[in-house]
Each structure stands twice: as C-alpha cells, then as structure tokens.
C-alpha cells in the first residue's frame, strides 16, 4: 500500500505564491505517476498537474499553464507544486494523487490519494 501526505496549503492573497508537497510512503516502488486534483466548493474534482515517475513527463490543465509548475525528488518519493500568480479561483482543497498503472489523470483511475491540503486565494 502507498500513503501520500500532503502539506503546504494555507491562505494567501491573489497573486502570491505557495508550494505544496507531498510525501510518499510505503510501497513506492509501485508508483507510476503522482500528480495533483484540486476541489472547489460545490465543484467536481478536476486534474491540475501530473508528472511520470520513469520520465518525468508532464501534464498540466489548461487553467493553470504558465503559473503552476510541478517537479519530483525521487529519492524522497515526494512531489511538489510551485504554484504562483494565484487567483481566488484557485481556491480549494488539493490532493496528491498516485497511480500504478499509468497517467491518463483521471480521477476514477488513481489508485492512491491523500487527505488533501486547503488552499485559500483571497482578493
């Protein structure tokens, strides 16, 4: 079983920054993918940014291109999110997310998800 801990959420104002983490444990070795989703209030969860373990290839939604980047430290099994010029529509809860399969960045096809961590964008 994989666990994946998420951290670095909290408020901040339109235009700021924040760099979220997460941590993987347990059998990592598994692990082909690890990315993140992010729900708004009263909003279906939707795909932000994935990266493949074995080629570090990147996948990014098209509301966040240009200001969120995603990268990887695999020794530590951890993947961050540098995420800057924040919007108020950014607002919501981020999970970490990892799949053993592939990267289609489907929710229903993660295998692994965290508790996630709130990210609040005031204006």
């Known amino acids: 079983q994989v666990q994946l801990v998420e951290s670095g959420g909290g408020l901040v104002q339109a235009g700021g920054s924040l760099r979220l983490s997460c941590a993987a444990s347990?059998?990592?070795?598994?692990?082909?993918?690890m990315g993140w989703f992010r729900q708004a209030p009263g909003k279906e969860r939707e795909f932000v940014v994935g990266?493949?373990?074995?080629?570090?290839?990147?996948s990014y939604a098209d509301s966040v291109k240009g200001r969120f980047t995603i990268s990887r430290d695999n020794a530590k099994s951890t993947v961050y999110l540098q995420m800057s010029h924040l919007k108020p529509e950014d607002t919501a809860v981020y999970y970490c997310?990892?799949?053993?399969?592939?990267?289609?960045?489907?929710?229903?096809?993660?295998?692994?998800w965290g508790k996630g961590t709130l990210v609040t964008v005031s204006s």
């Open positions: 997310a990892a799949d053993r399969l592939g990267s289609t960045w489907y929710v229903d096809g993660m295998d692994y």
């Open positions: 990266i493949s373990w074995s080629g570090g290839r990147t």
């Open positions: 347990g059998r990592t070795v598994s692990i082909d993918a």
